[in-house]
């Protein structure tokens, strides 16, 4: 089979999260099958079987968004509605969630996986993550990640989401970390684990990343949402790739982020709808901590897509510049997923990446932040196949 390359040239400004390319402006890419073959100055340009010229916008690498819960059923308005009215949020909303999902058929949950998808390229995500979580049996689990496989790039296993009603906490976490964890394995390649109140304490997290680790997972936590607590620690503790949330931290969380190679996920989508602080962006970075910025998209307390509403947000809210919000949502989300090295890697634009491309409708980036909320999404490729 034929490789077709295509030129995109007339970048008026390109982000490449490469420390070699760093920012160029005047500048062009060329993409050949599915990588990233030629990166510099539109006058140096080779040439390519097509070409395209953006007119001066901005460029950048797709949006990594490395936390999503897209395989549900059901809708939770209703309690989004209660909780601005006052109600607190808590993590017994998910239950509600588990049992319309356990009752959808597979053309269902994957109709709603398909639309979240498509909607999430549409404004610029080329690489995608997600959870099971909302089935807590061994063949819902299952089936979730099977289903999510087929439309994601990476799924993770959250058996670990609650523990369901009627269950015992440990026995609970005894079906996770055997039967449940054996069948879902061979279709995931994380575990994940909600360490919180109403959720699963230090110990409980702490055999289950332990579990996953020797079925040769890689780990994930959500920690920290709700409180301080433990889930900073227990992810640095058992090396996790990202730790989830981080809206509470206290300084020993922050020293711990900063001395490891655990990736402090932040989700601030989440934090506004179930009406919490906004995470400590600039404390993790002045620390010298990764961060990544996700969506968080599910149906209880982060219903987005839009990885430019979490940039926006963590640009005029959360103190970061709209460079590091931009490298935060794809370099980062690339880093948590240990996906931003090597062949094929997401979240850089360099040769021998993978060709995913965001060029916007604005001359630069800061139009992220300057003109929030309005859609800037000109052109998406993702895989080296444009997408929009």
């Excluded at 959500?222 to 889930?231: C, E, I, T």
């Excluded at 969380?253 to 995470?279: G, I, K, M, Y």
Aim: charged letters at 20%.
């Amino acid at each position: 089979m034929t490789t077709t390359s295509t030129l995109i040239t007339g970048i008026g400004e390109l982000t490449t999260n490469d420390e070699h390319l760093g920012t160029i402006t005047d500048a062009a890419l060329v993409l050949s099958g599915r990588r990233v073959e030629w990166v510099g100055p539109a006058t140096r340009a080779p040439d390519a079987d097509e070409r395209i010229d953006v007119e001066g916008r901005a460029a950048l690498p797709g949006w990594v968004d490395s936390h999503t819960h897209l395989v549900f059923a059901g809708d939770r308005s209703a309690e989004f509605a209660a909780r601005l009215a006052g109600r607190p949020y808590d993590a017994g909303g998910i239950a509600v969630t588990v049992e319309t999902t356990r009752a959808a058929s597979d053309d269902a949950l994957a109709a709603t996986l398909r639309r979240l998808t498509e909607e999430a390229v549409n404004q610029g995500t080329t690489c995608l993550e997600t959870k099971t979580g909302y089935g807590l049996t061994v063949a819902e689990e299952t089936r979730a990640a099977r289903l999510a496989a087929g439309f994601v790039d990476e799924v993770t296993f959250l058996g670990a989401h609650v523990v369901p009603p009627g269950w015992d906490t440990d026995d609970y976490v005894a079906l996770v970390c055997g039967e449940m964890l054996d069948a879902v394995a061979p279709h995931v390649r994380w575990a994940d684990v909600f360490c919180e109140r109403g959720a699963f304490d230090a110990d409980a997290a702490s055999a289950v990343l332990t579990a996953a680790a020797k079925a040769g997972l890689g780990l994930r936590v959500h920690g920290n949402q709700l409180g301080a607590g433990p889930g900073v620690r227990v992810a640095v503790e058992h090396g996790a790739a990202s730790v989830d949330h981080c809206t509470y931290l206290t300084g020993s969380d922050v020293d711990a982020l900063a001395n490891s190679e655990t990736v402090a996920t932040l989700l601030p989508a989440c934090d506004l709808s179930t009406r919490q602080p906004l995470p400590d962006a600039r404390a993790l970075l002045d620390a010298g901590a990764t961060v990544a910025l996700a969506s968080n998209c599910n149906p209880g307390s982060s219903y987005t897509t839009s990885m430019a509403f979490c940039v926006a947000t963590a640009v005029l809210q959360m103190r970061m510049t709209v460079e590091e919000a931009v490298r935060a949502a794809t370099w980062g989300g690339a880093r948590a997923l240990r996906r931003e090295s090597g062949e094929g890697a997401v979240g850089v634009l360099r040769p021998g990446a993978r060709a995913d491309v965001h060029v916007l409708d604005a001359p630069s980036a800061a139009h992220l932040a300057y003109r929030p909320g309005v859609p800037l999404t000109h052109a998406v490729w993702r895989e080296g196949s444009r997408a929009r």
